[in-house]
C-alpha cells in the first residue's frame, strides 16, 4: 500500500534527524570543519525538498534560510564587509553613506577587544535608506550590491567554500566554545619582524550555529509538511541512472 505524504513527510524528517544526530557524534582535531560541511550539505538537502523548481541554488538556499531557520540577524548588513566596499569604491554618490559608515565602524566594540555578535550591525532598512536610489548606483562593485552584504548571502558564500574548497572564508577563530551565534572579533597579523602589520574584524560562524539552524529547519518542515498534506520525496528524482533525466 502507498504511504500517505504524512507518512512520507514524517519517514523524510526522520531521516535527516538521524543524519544530523549523527553528525553531532563526530570527534576528531577537524571535527569542527567537517560538522559544518555537513551541516550546510543537510541545509541544501532539506532546501531541495521544499524549493526544487527553484533554479538558483542561491536563491534556493537564501529564501530556505529565511522561511524556515528563524534567523532575524540575517537581514543584518555587516558592517565590515560595508565599510570595505566603500573604501574600495571613492564615487561621491554614497558619500553620505560612506560617512555614517566610517563612523559607525570606529565605535564597533570589536575594536577595543571584545567578541561583538552580529545583532549589533545595523538593519537592512537602516543602510538601505542612505543607500543612492540611482539605479546605476545598486552595484558600487561587480556583483556586490547591498543584499550580497547581508548576513543570509554572506553564509551562502560561507556554505560554498566549505563544499568547494574545504575551509572557511577569513580568518576568524571560534574563541567562544559554546556560543550558537556568529559574532566578530579583531586579529592582528604580524610582519616579519614580528611587528603588527594589519589589524582585521574578522567574523566567526561557530558551528554551534549551523547545528541551530539545521535543528531548527528540521522542526519547521515537520509542521510545514503536515499541514499542507505534501510528501517531500516527490521532489527529488530516483533511479538506477546517473543523469537524471534517464529517470523520468
Known amino acids: ?9 514524517e519517514r523524510f524528517i526522520k531521516h535527516f534527524r ?4 549523527e553528525i553531532q557524534t563526530l570527534e576528531s582535531q577537524r571535527a569542527p570543519l567537517y560538522r559544518e560541511v555537513l551541516y550546510v550539505a543537510v541545509l541544501d538537502a532539506l532546501s531541495k ?3 526544487p523548481h527553484r ?4 536563491d534556493r538556499f537564501v529564501s530556505f534560510l529565511k522561511r524556515f531557520c528563524r534567523w532575524p540577524d540575517g537581514e543584518r548588513v555587516s558592517l565590515p564587509h560595508l565599510f570595505a566596499l566603500l573604501t574600495l569604491n571613492p564615487d561621491p554618490a554614497f558619500e553620505k553613506l560612506r560617512l555614517w559608515t566610517v563612523e559607525t565602524y570606529k565605535k564597533m566594540s570589536v575594536h577595543g577587544g571584545a567578541i561583538m555578535a552580529i545583532g549589533e550591525d545595523p538593519t537592512y532598512e537602516d543602510v538601505k535608506d542612505k543607500w543612492p536610489v540611482s539605479n546605476q548606483h545598486r552595484m558600487p562593485i561587480k556583483d556586490v550590491d547591498l543584499d550580497a552584504l547581508t548576513h543570509y548571502r554572506l553564509l551562502y558564500l560561507y556554505r560554498n567554500m566549505l563544499v568547494h574548497e574545504l575551509r572557511r572564508p577569513g580568518k576568524g577563530m571560534d ?11 579583531g586579529a592582528r597579523d604580524l610582519d616579519d619582524n614580528w611587528q603588527v602589520a594589519s589589524i582585521t574584524v574578522e567574523l566567526v ?3 554551534r550555529f549551523l ?3 539545521c535543528s531548527t529547519a528540521l522542526d519547521e518542515l ?3 509538511f503536515k499541514t499542507n498534506n505534501l510528501n517531500p520525496y516527490e521532489s527529488f528524482v530516483f533511479g538506477s541512472h546517473w543523469l537524471r533525466e534517464l529517470n523520468r
Request: aromatic content about 18%; charged content about 20%.
Open 1 to 9: 500500500m502507498a504511504k500517505t505524504p504524512a507518512e512520507q513527510s
Open 205 to 207: 560562524y561557530p558551528w
Open 49 to 51: 525538498s521544499v524549493m
Open 222 to 224: 515537520a509542521d510545514y
Open 175 to 185: 574563541f567562544v566554545g559554546t556560543s550558537d551565534a556568529p559574532y566578530y572579533h
Open 18 to 21: 538521524g543524519v544530523y544526530a
Open 211 to 213: 547545528d541551530r539552524l
Open 55 to 58: 533554479e538558483s541554488n542561491r
